[in-house]
């Protein structure tokens, strides 16, 4: 089995240690101390399951149990597939317990993720729930098990059908639950979002990614009688750590975990809950500030409103309080690591206007040109990082990481940013050709390789196009060949595929041919942003 790993330079642990930043703590101890300090508060709200931190730690720990003596071994990768259940958190933590590894896949994903997220993590283990939003997962993982054979364990929260369910795992009573895992192991992979080809891993270790959510807890100054309302899927990053469920876990937080994003349900839920932050995407904010005037619901207890994922409109921005009477913080961060924040306290004018500051003083962030060089000061360019809580690599991925990396450790974002004189950064755009879909981030050239698939389509350029409602769209530029396929009949056709339906482009305009120079071929990036050009002018 490949092996996890995500080393930082020596000198830079030993200094990121130093400064406080890692601990020495992992999920399972975090929890452990929750647990003891304040058995009885209640931890997680999800459905109607209403857990305490005790109750959580002993379902985990029982999932752990169950786990290892259904023949999974510690170091073994196992993919959850969960939405937002009570059931993730027992599930994650439970894994953490066994020293098994999560591999976070989304409700949308389907077998060409999961097939791809399994044999690049070599996993064993599935975890899935029965069903959600109409779709059977038991399917799923049957064909998933069919693909990749080495999944040989899958596990359903709910009626399990052939499979064996959560809640009846085999007790374990014999099973030698392993010590606690080394701070500075990969504790989790993470999905990217797909910027070029298919998403990659990201491994996180507890040292780096507790120091991120907790910090990400203190900004947003999160404490006992705080509640988090997970709206967006927990598996993304951003309602996972930032400060997200965890991060209000590690606070001593109630988490209150949202079926839906929707104003009809999460509006309630904030009124029951007493709901103080939650996280959103731009288009989720505007349907909230569309359908907040009318509510009959009580939304005075939501103190901040986090908005992130993708740029938020300042004039949009400026809407959040007078409308939802609470305050705004802009969030602009990254699976891979950097994560910024406008802070609570900041002026009106920077929290509508920028995407936030740092989370840490160690955050280094380069700002330089095509050629490499740093802008000057005010001026947009290509933003680079390197941090406490910042990725070197990504996993079983070589090819990836000699491009996303410089040979001194910095990320390659692929994001356009400003920096103002106070430090906070602006995002301006972004040099790679991903469609940001109301904070999916679709790769241009994984949904052009579908396409190609089809025997009636001879070239295809997958462009992002402005969106009121998403912020931006997909649009497939499509020479056919032979009989030009409708395209409904082609999106129809890419729902075949086993993909995520967000995946499916939003749009397919059939062209005669696509632009060539004189010397040959333009590149793909140079394509897509000349038929984006010439598609906006005539629009
Ligand atoms: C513009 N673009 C943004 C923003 C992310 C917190 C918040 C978000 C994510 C996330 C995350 C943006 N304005 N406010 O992981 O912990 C775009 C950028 C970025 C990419 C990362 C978190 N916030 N983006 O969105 O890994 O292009 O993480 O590089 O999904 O989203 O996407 P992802």
Known sequence: MIPLKQAWPAEFAARYRAAGYWRGETFTSFLRERAAAMPERIAVVGGDQRWSFAELEARAERIARGLLALGLKPGDRVVVQLPNIAEFLSAVFGLFRARLVPVYALPAHRIVEIAHFARTAQARGYIVAAGHEGFDYRTLAAE???????????????????????????????????????????????????????????????????????????????????????????????????????????????????????????????????????????????????????????????????????????????????????????????????????????????????????????????????????????????????????????????????????????????????RTPEGYLVVQGRANDHINRAGEKISAEEIEDHLLGHANVFDAAVVSLPDEFLGERSCAFVIAQGERPKAAALKAWMRTRGLADFKVPDQIVFVDAFETTAVGKVSRKELRASLRRRFLEQA
């Open 144 to 418: 998933a098990r069919r693909e990749v054979p080495a999944l040989d364990h899958v596990v359903v929260v709910g009626d399990g059908g052939d499979f064996p369910s959560l809640d009846t795992l085999p007790p374990g009573d014999e099973v030698k639950l392993p010590a606690d895992a080394d701070p500075s192991e990969v504790a989790f992979l993470q999905i990217s979002g797909g910027s070029t080809g298919l998403s990659k891993l990201i491994p996180r270790t507890h040292d780096d990614y507790i120091y991120s959510f907790r910090a990400s807890a203190e900004i947003c100054r999160l404490g006992p009688s705080s509640v988090y309302l997970a709206a967006l899927p927990v598996a993304h990053n951003f309602p996972m750590s930032s400060p997200g469920v965890f991060g209000a876990l590690y606070a001593g937080s109630r988490v209150v975990l949202a079926p839906s994003p929707s104003p009809e349900v999460a509006f309630p839920l904030i009124a029951r809950e007493s709901v103080t932050i939650t996280g959103l995407v731009p288009p989720l904010a505007l349907l909230w500030l569309q359908a907040a005037p009318g509510t009959a619901h009580d939304l005075s207890s939501l103190d901040v409103l986090q908005v992130g994922g993708a740029k938020f409109l300042t004039e949009s921005a400026r809407r959040v309080k007078p409308v939802l009477g609470c305050t705004l913080q802009q969030v602009f961060g990254m699976a891979e690591g950097l994560v910024n924040y406008t802070r609570l306290d900041d002026d009106e004018e920077t929290i509508v206007s920028t995407q936030g500051r740092p989370i840490s003083p160690d955050d280094e962030v380069l700002i330089l040109d095509d050629a490499g060089s740093p802008v000057p000061e005010g001026e947009a360019g290509n933003l680079l990082t390197r941090g406490p809580y910042t990725i070197r690599a990504y996993h079983n991925n070589d090819g990836a990481n000699a491009r996303a990396f410089t040979p001194d450790g910095f990320y390659r974002t692929g994001d356009v940013v400003k």
